[in-house]
């Protein structure tokens, strides 16, 4: 495995963005292709998928994940989630004026 950043550029498609970038292969062989897409399926959907693209520019899908709300999620306050970090919260944060 390499330890070299991929740069991607690309731009919005309406409903989300798709980049594009490229690896190598340490071998000296030609570069591969990778496509990301990121799509607003809906009001409380994403869906990423990204692409490998060969060096002849045939495409296969690698990943796709899709991300959904669901219910209500609960109203921030100041003390949200020091329980779980361990830290002692008075309850005085909570109030509001």
Do not use: H
């Amino acid at each position: 495995m390499g330890t070299g950043l991929m740069f991607a550029e690309g731009g919005w498609t309406g409903a989300g963005f798709s980049v594009l970038g490229q690896y190598y292969d340490p071998s000296g062989a030609p570069a591969w292709g990778w496509r990301t897409e990121a799509v607003l399926a809906g009001p409380d959907r994403l869906v990423v998928t990204a692409r490998n693209i060969s060096p002849a520019g045939d495409e296969a899908k690698a990943v796709e994940t899709e991300v959904a709300r669901t219910g209500r999620r609960a109203a921030a306050t100041p003390c949200a989630g020091r329980a779980a970090a361990g830290v002692r919260c008075s309850g005085a944060e909570e109030k509001s004026p």
